[in-house]
């Protein structure tokens, strides 16, 4: 008796409890067989006999019922406190987002410009023809449309083809000197390894009283931009044509791939082209009622920058939205 008290006594887990339990109470446990024991007692001691079984088994019964309600306290607590969460912790998986590559560029475009004092200015993605084309000295049918790629809409609105209309809008509403930048969406027809239909563009705008602002001055700026932005590299200016601007330059970087030794993205010249600008041609002063200014201006694609910085190959990734490229820009 005082053994297989013990023996339940010492059980320390419910599984151990249960093959205790079959060994004593089961079917053919100790008890059934003291039990069994029964039919062979004489007569005149059988009532004892039943009696000090019974009361053996109720005895065990108790402790049985009372180590078993203990360990099922104990293996409650252990698994509570194995399963509790501390809701005010902050998660392992915590994943941080991350602004799009071209977002990062045009931020970095624009704390360059910020720094010097340039406002921050935009305008409407639905332009219409004057502000798009004819205050920047495209009158209709000037050949020079034709290089832009245009979306109409019906009624004769667009969309806007490039960000150079804010340098109006602005000019129409301000008088100068004026100092500004205008990053913003733009779209063109277009659609390869280099050209999607929306993109993004940076357009600056300078003008002060005349023979102030100068291409010396546009020289100067762009060169400390490029290098702001690029790091060491070498710049250079090349006659080019915009109608808005006279004189027009556009400015090439040395390879960042190469060098300046010839490669397949510079397409083995060693320059790669970066920025359009110019001095403001005296047309489009004219159609914002602007007199004795002179002025420069200048006018970037975001996403070539962004191409450039990160050695993205194809500007069409940029705007797929795969996660996998996209994480590695956190
Ligand atoms: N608007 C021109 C373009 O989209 C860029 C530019 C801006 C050129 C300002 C000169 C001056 O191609």
Known sequence: MEELKQKI?????????ESVRVEIFGKKGILSAEFAKLKDVPPAEKKDFAKGLNDKKSALTEIFEAKKAELEKEAMNKQLESEKIDVTMYGYENKKGSLHPVMETMDKIIDYFATLNFSVETGPLVEDDFTNFEALNLPKNHP?????????????????????????????KQKPPIRMIAPGTVFRRDYDLTHTPMFHQVE???????????FANLKFILEDFLHYMFGDVDVRFRPSFFPFTEPSTEVDISCIFCEGEGCRVCSHTGWL??????????????????EDVSGYAFGLGVERFAMLLHKIPDLRSLFEGDIRLLEQFR
């Open 273 to 290: 082209e970066v920025l359009g600008s110019g001095v403001v041609d005296p047309n489009v002063f004219k159609a914002v009622g602007y």
């Open 144 to 172: 020079a449309r034709e290089m832009q790629d245009t979306f109409f809409f019906k009624d004769g609105h667009l969309l806007r083809t490039h960000t150079s209309p804010v340098q109006i809008r602005t000019m129409l």
């Open 204 to 214: 600056g705008l300078v003008v002060g009283k005349k023979g102030e602002v100068s």
């Open 9 to 17: 006594e010492d059980v320390t887990n419910l599984d151990t409890l």
